[in-house]
């Protein structure tokens, strides 16, 4: 093998290595709320709620939560009143269990 295919290839496997070490482990780089929804959903029926922040992943705030019959994850429109007063709501509880 040549001198200069080889150090071609080991500038190659040196960047690969470099790009592979700045991505951090099991965080996914892209929103998780393709559509939101804005109907209204009874709290009662709310068993978690996830507030995740826009930042590098995703430039938008999102909203996620979790019903108590099965468990399905349903992306909820954060500028909504309703969904603002729920998570109002949850804040204040979970202030509360602190």
């Not at 930042?55 to 019903?67: D, K, R, S, Y």
């Not at 909820?76 to 804040?91: A, D, G, S």
């Amino acid at each position: 093998m040549s001198c200069t295919l080889s150090l071609t290839l080991l500038l190659l496997l040196t960047s690969c290595a470099y790009l592979i070490n700045g991505a951090p482990l099991g965080v996914d780089l892209r929103c998780k709320c393709v559509k939101t929804i804005s109907d209204f959903i009874p709290p009662k029926q709310i068993a978690n709620l996830n507030i995740t922040p826009e930042g590098p992943h995703c430039t938008n705030m999102e909203v996620i939560i979790t019903l108590k019959n099965g468990g399905k994850e349903i992306c909820v429109n954060p500028e909504i009143k309703w969904v603002q007063r729920v998570i109002t709501t949850f804040m204040h509880s979970a202030k509360g269990k602190q």
